[in-house]
């Protein structure tokens, strides 16, 4: 039982520590959150290109699909985080544990944009609730495919 008990409360501050993570960039503002995304161009440009040929143009060209991959991508660990403590919280149907993580997730990516309305120079955007809501739903079905190959296993070792 205190197994169990320590499973559901790492399940829940996982999801707590990537809300956090949320809010912090959505606590930038403008200046910051761009630096913050150039940076990120920077490196994995470094990776792809040489040196010379990262010149600010080229940065700030692909500024645009890293911020919406990094909206994505955050939600897809929390929509993860969030179905994994739903399933591990509460005895109720797989795909109701779905439907209740991908609610609470969008309602979070709409509370998340609010939000940034109150950082200068940055306000809220339908897309990227929906570009949040879509990453929370990969993460969902991400997590259903963990638990269909787990079981899957855990059947054929029990057949040997």
């Given amino acids: 039982m205190k197994s169990k008990v320590i499973i559901i409360s790492v399940s829940w501050l996982l999801v707590l520590l990537t809300m956090v993570i949320i809010f912090n960039f959505s606590s930038e503002n403008a200046i910051k959150s761009t630096e913050t ?13 040489d040196k010379e040929d990262i010149t600010p143009p080229v ?13 994505f991508t955050i ?3 929390l929509g993860f985080c969030m179905i994994s403590a739903f399933d591990k ?10 439907i209740l993580s991908l609610v609470a997730s969008s309602l979070y990516a709409v509370s998340d944009e609010i939000h940034q309305n109150f950082s200068a120079g940055r306000g809220p955007q339908v897309t990227d609730v929906l570009i949040d809501a879509a990453g929370a739903l990969a993460g969902i079905l991400l ?15 029990r057949k040997k």
């Fill in 37 to 49: 995304s150039g940076g990120v161009v920077v490196q994995v440009l470094d990776v792809v290109m």
């Fill in 59 to 71: 940065v700030q060209k692909y500024q645009f699909p890293v911020r919406k991959v990094a909206h």
């Fill in 89 to 98: 919280s509460f005895k109720l149907k797989i795909w109701l544990n779905g």
């Fill in 75 to 77: 939600y897809m660990l």
């Fill in 143 to 157: 997590y259903f495919a963990f638990l269909f190959v787990y079981k899957r296993l855990k059947n054929k070792i």
